[in-house]
């Protein structure tokens, strides 16, 4: 049975009609190079050359065979390429699932300083709720989640991508938004959107937890979930508190109000989670860079 080296024995005869040259570039003396084109000519069971004393040149079938063994070996050097691409994490392709609030800030820049490290990394997004992003982690789906609330499953690893405080989100021409800055209680007896508490427990129970411990307690008028929530807002429905990244969203109707008696332990967290024995390459570097991120608020 025929082996690569018989067909680069073949292709470099084929190349240069000349068996002296030909086993010039294959390093080899002429011996070799006659055996290893009688080994491919037996298994194939046809001539591929005609030589005589004075001339070398391909038969039909040699033609043919001449025309695919180059693009074998083309082929060959594409798949060498891209495997050793993979193994350094610089080929192939990545799941990320998020949050509708990773999506302000965090996410943009991931993918940004991501791109210009590994260009030819194909990365996949979708947008889901939180609960739907733990399960695509568990069964692999994904290979990244960014969300607000830590799992504590120990299949998972998981590392604070981003920390921020909340702000107030004012309708413009609500009577808060002349203030340079709100307090919390201020919110007392306010109209309010709300964060679901079902498809959105994190932020539900962090507002909620806040405002009780400052005493106030506004009238909620609306349940919903990024970007809705802000819709509301700019239709003047209630105010809400929101996390700040989410003031990169430019609306002519809302203005964003810093909350002024907040605490550091008050900051909400993105957090990014992954599978432990995922091994691939790509995702080891693409933590590096969400470590960077966390590391650059920037």
């Known amino acids: 049975m025929y082996e690569l ?15 002296g040259r030909a086993a010039q570039r294959l390093h080899l003396t002429q011996p070799p190079l006659t055996q290893r084109l009688k080994i491919l000519e037996e298994s194939l069971g046809v001539l591929l050359i005609n030589r005589t ?3 070398v040149e391909l038969t039909a079938a040699g033609k043919v065979l001449l025309k695919h063994t180059r693009s074998l070996f083309k082929m060959l050097e594409v798949l060498e390429h891209e495997v050793n691409m993979t193994a350094a994490g610089q080929f192939g392709s990545l799941r990320i699932g998020f949050v509708p609030s990773a999506a302000y800030v965090l996410l943009p ?3 940004s300083r991501y791109r210009e490290c590994f260009p030819c990394v194909d990365i996949q997004l979708e947008e889901m709720p939180y609960l739907r992003i733990l399960e695509q982690l568990r069964t692999g789906a994904i290979d990244l989640a960014l969300l607000r609330l830590p799992s504590m499953e120990k299949s998972l690893e998981s590392h604070i991508a981003l920390s921020e405080p909340l ?11 002349t203030r340079k800055a709100i307090p919390l209680a201020k919110a007392h007896g306010q109209d309010f959107i709300a964060f679901s508490v079902t498809d959105s427990p994190y932020f539900s129970e962090r ?10 307690q506004p009238r909620i008028v609306q349940y919903s979930l990024l970007p809705t929530i802000l819709s509301f807002v700019e239709a003047g429905l209630g105010i809400a508190i929101v996390p700040a990244s989410v003031s990169r969203i430019n609306s002519p109707n809302v203005i964003y109000k810093q909350i002024t008696d907040l ?7 993105l957090i990014a989670s ?15 860079i969400v470590e960077q991120c966390a ?4």
């Open 5 to 19: 080296k018989h067909l680069r024995a073949f292709m470099a005869l084929a190349e240069e009609l000349h068996f």
């Open 53 to 55: 004393t004075r001339t």
């Open 109 to 111: 820049k991931l993918l």
């Open 167 to 177: 702000i107030f989100a004012i309708p413009r021409n609500h009577p808060l938004a």
């Open 207 to 216: 507002i909620r937890y806040i405002l009780q411990k400052a005493g106030a």
């Open 263 to 269: 605490q550091p332990q008050d900051h909400v967290e």
């Open 274 to 288: 992954w599978q432990r024995t995922n091994p691939s390459p790509l995702l080891v570097n693409l933590i590096e």
């Open 295 to 298: 590391q650059d608020p920037n």
